[in-house]
């Protein structure tokens, strides 16, 4: 059972242009959101988080968007850079007391063309 | 400041036998999850430690068990190898604090990946 979906494997965007990656997860008992980036033979780099009590929070070039009625979130970089060519995870978790389990997607194949 | 480190870095194994990976975490944190990335999937949380006691546990079975040390380090031990235990085995660690705090957020280390012959 798939709680967390990221249905595109991969994206491809020219350089300046704006990356939309998309996720959709089924469990509405989860309260927090982040967005890992993975670089080949790095592990899962934080990114940008937000609560469910937002739909939005900014970090630079990075936004994420929450839509909790939809249980979609999505992140926006903008402007995309090559550097910015990497696999991108999004997680969802619930609050316990402290002890908290990322449930992840299985990700999307960023490509940020020159 | 180091961040989470993990060894070895690739390790072959071969059916039935065991293996022992470690976990260093992030300076200043406390608590240590390991994490299990099958290739093209997401990864998927096998279990937690927090005050040298495992506080959660994914869905894997008992083959695998875990420890952590009271300088918080941590051992992902795998009993009776399966070909389907080959992955890329992550070790997260934080700090239990308020959410979306700096230190509350899993910081991964790079990984150990597993091959079972």
Redesign the interface.
């Known amino acids: 059972d798939q709680q ?1 979906k ?1 249905n595109s494997p991969s994206l491809s965007v020219q350089e300046g242009r704006i990356s939309i990656l998309n996720c959709d997860y089924t469990n509405s008992m989860f309260d ?1 959101f ?1 967005w ?1 980036k993975k670089y080949p ?6 990114l940008i ?1 937000i ?1 469910s009590i937002k739909d939005k929070n900014e970090d630079g070039r990075f936004t994420v968007f929450l839509n909790k009625s939809a249980k979609h979130l999505s992140l926006h970089i903008v402007p995309s850079q090559p550097g910015d060519s990497a696999v991108y ?1 999004c ?1 969802a978790s619930r ?2 007391g ?10 999307t194949k960023l490509t940020v063309n020159p | 400041d180091a961040g ?1 480190t993990q060894s070895p870095t690739h390790l072959i194994k071969t059916r039935g036998q065991q293996v022992t990976l470690r976990c260093s975490p992030k300076s200043g944190h406390d ?1 240590v ?1 390991w ?1 299990q990335q099958a290739l ?6 096998i279990f ?1 430690y ?1 005050e040298e006691e495992e ?2 546990r ?1 869905n894997f079975p008992d083959r695998f068990s875990g420890h952590q040390f009271p300088n918080y380090s941590s051992e992902l031990n795998v009993n009776a190898l399966l070909l389907g235990d080959s992955a890329l085995y ?1 070790c ?1 660690s934080n700090s ?1 604090g308020p ?2 705090g700096d230190k509350n ?7 150990t990946r597993l091959s079972v012959l």
């Not at chain 1, 033979?41 to 934080?46: L, R, Y």
């Not at chain 1, 402290?98 to 990700?107: P, R």
């Not at chain 2, 093209?40 to 949380?45: A, K, L, S, T, V």
């Open positions: 967390v990221q927090y982040l890992y033979a790095e592990g899962p780099t934080f988080s609560s995870f997680a609050y316990q402290g002890s908290e389990k990322l449930v992840f997607g299985k990700g | 989470v608590t999850s994490y093209g999937q997401g990864p998927q949380f937690q927090y506080r959660q994914g992550l997260a239990r959410r979306g957020i899993q910081y991964f280390g790079a990984g």
